[in-house]
């Protein structure tokens, strides 16, 4: 099993002893009640480096007012579990070390911050940058894993740590999916049998995307309206956003020229709102 670390102290002395054996330190970021999509980020940690340290922290500064902080499933126990001795290291802090009395800085990173997840959870990337910029300063890793699933908070961690010239290498991870196609989420327990059921059409309507530009649509008004007719097909989805984005500029564009571009959606089913992407390249 891996060792547990809950303070800053514990894990500071712990680097240390790593480090002056010269060994390399890959950092996996969550907020507990692991899955496979999880693990795939440890197993690629793994092979980069000789040390994997996972942080288990639900973050409240990422969540904003009636969103599901109290609610957000916690389970330590089942968590080690699902790690048995996958990691070396997991960092398990209290709020109050995170967060100690007097805490009063913010981090900002503007540029994607903006649309998307940044429209429907106003402060929320705020929260992620200073999480993670604390993480980094405290475990100083040689590479961080985040997953693909939510796009932009990996661009947006990664020209935060471009811009602060944080010494660490930021790596993406390919979408985990089920076999039905739904990408994993901690949050995909809140599902009710029936919301589950009607869930997998977020990567059905983003694969539609995808076969649309490669039929030679480029408009993205119109591919933004097929894709909504074909989760509106499911009763039980509400539309949060679906936008079309060049990763490069951030900007919402009219026509998919050259370059990637990214397609996002959220979508909720019930009280669980559910983020999924897909890049689509002309």
């Known amino acids: 099993m891996p060792q547990l670390l809950y303070t800053i102290d514990e894990v500071r002395k712990t680097i240390k002893n790593i480090k002056s054996s010269n060994k390399t330190i890959g950092l996996v970021p969550t907020m507990g009640y692991l899955h496979d999509g999880h693990i795939s980020l440890i197993n690629q940690s793994n092979k980069d480096n000789d040390i994997t340290i996972i942080s288990v922290f639900v973050n409240p500064t990422q969540f904003g007012v009636n969103e599901d902080f109290d609610s957000y499933p916690r389970d330590l126990k089942r968590d080690l579990s699902v790690l048995n001795d996958s990691v070396d290291y997991v960092f398990t802090p209290s709020k ?89 989420s901690s949050r995909n327990v809140y599902l009710s049998n029936d919301e589950r059921k009607q869930a997998p059409i977020l990567y059905k309507a983003l694969n539609l995307a995808k076969e649309l530009v490669a039929k030679g649509l480029y408009n993205t008004e119109q591919i933004i309206k097929l894709v909504t007719a074909t989760i509106n097909t499911m009763p039980l989805a509400e539309i949060d956003y679906i936008e079309i984005r060049d990763m490069d500029s951030w900007e919402a564009i009219e026509n998919i020229e050259n370059g990637k571009v990214l397609l996002a959606l959220a979508v909720k089913f019930g009280k669980t709102r559910l983020i999924d992407n897909m890049i689509i390249n002309k």
């Open 96 to 184: 109050d070390i995170m967060y100690p009395s007097g805490f009063d800085t913010q981090i900002i990173v503007n540029k994607y911050s903006s649309g998307l997840c940044g429209v429907s959870r106003p402060g929320h990337f705020n929260g992620v940058a200073i999480v993670v910029t604390k993480l980094l300063n405290i475990i100083t890793p040689d590479k961080v894993y985040f997953g693909e699933k939510d796009m932009q908070q990996y661009l947006l961690i990664s020209q935060l740590i471009k811009d602060l010239n944080i010494n660490v290498n930021a790596i993406g991870c390919t979408i985990i999916r089920e076999s039905d196609g739904l990408a994993m």
